[in-house]
T-cell receptor, first 112, second 113 residues
Framework: GAGVSQSPSNKVTEKGKDVELRCDPI?????LYWYRQRLGQGLEFLIY????????KSGLPSDRFSAERTGESVSTLTIQRTQQEDSAVYLC??????????FGPGTRLTVL | KQEVTQIPAALSVPEGENLVLNCSFT??????LQWFRQDPGKGLTSLLL?????REQTSGRLNASLDKSSGRSTLYIAASQPGDSATYLC????????????FGPGTRLSVLP
């Protein structure tokens, strides 16, 4: 596969709850990206990690969204007080460079 | 602000046909353009990458062209097969710094046996 696993694969939650999405890339790629894909739309960039720091957080849609990365490996995307418009597939990708990204299968989030 | 559109939104063709998918972008000042394939329940797989100085790239039955001045790219698939059924997305990068991909909404392709 692409060397990226994401969990859970599906998450259904109630409006107002917090959710945590996990991305687990194989080792050896210092860069990691998170994207959001709403139904019928293209990918929206959320945040980019270089190592454990995030030089570009410009895509995070609100302060309810946050992400962290530890050990230049696992990353978690947290959405607080979820809203129905947060429903989407959340994809992460490991990268050896911005043009060479290997995507995980995504987490489908449904907020009721 | 860069906007990327793709036409058609969905396409269904019989096996063996040649087909063209279209991608348009509003700001011609791009660094490169990339075509991806997305299968249901899976992430994206890169198909072809065209740098802004290039006119086309080929890989097997796939050929991607780029006309930067007119803000267009096409993905040509020859002799389509049922295994080509997927959603095809194009994405443009503005420059070589950080993350600045802008994705189109995709074309959902069905190749019927």
């Amino acid at each position: 596969g692409a060397g990226v696993s994401q969990s859970p694969s599906n998450k259904v939650t109630e409006k107002g709850k917090d959710v945590e999405l996990r991305c687990d890339p194989i080792s050896g790629h210092t860069a990691l990206y998170w994207y959001r894909q709403r139904l019928g739309q293209g990918l929206e960039f959320l945040i980019y990690f270089q190592g454990n720091s995030a030089p570009d957080k410009s895509g995070l849609p609100s302060d309810r969204f946050s992400a962290e990365r530890t050990g230049e490996s696992v990353s978690t995307l947290t959405i607080q007080r979820t809203q129905q418009e947060d429903s989407a597939v959340y994809l992460c990708a490991r990268a050896s460079g911005p043009d060479t990204q290997y995507f995980g299968p995504g987490t489908r989030l449904t907020v009721l | 602000k860069q906007e990327v559109t793709q036409i058609p939104a969905a396409l269904s063709v019989p096996e063996g046909e040649n087909l063209v998918l279209n991608c348009s972008f509003t700001d011609s000042a791009i660094y490169n353009l990339q075509w991806f394939r997305q299968d249901p329940g899976k992430g994206l797989t890169s198909l072809l990458l065209i740098q802004s100085s290039q006119r086309e790239q080929t890989s097997g039955r796939l050929n991607a062209s780029l006309d930067k001045s007119s803000g267009r790219s096409t993905l040509y698939i020859a002799a389509s097969q049922p295994g080509d059924s997927a959603t095809y997305l194009c994405a443009v990068r503005k420059d070589n710094y950080g993350q600045n991909f802008v994705f189109g909404p995709g074309t959902r392709l069905s190749v019927l046996p």
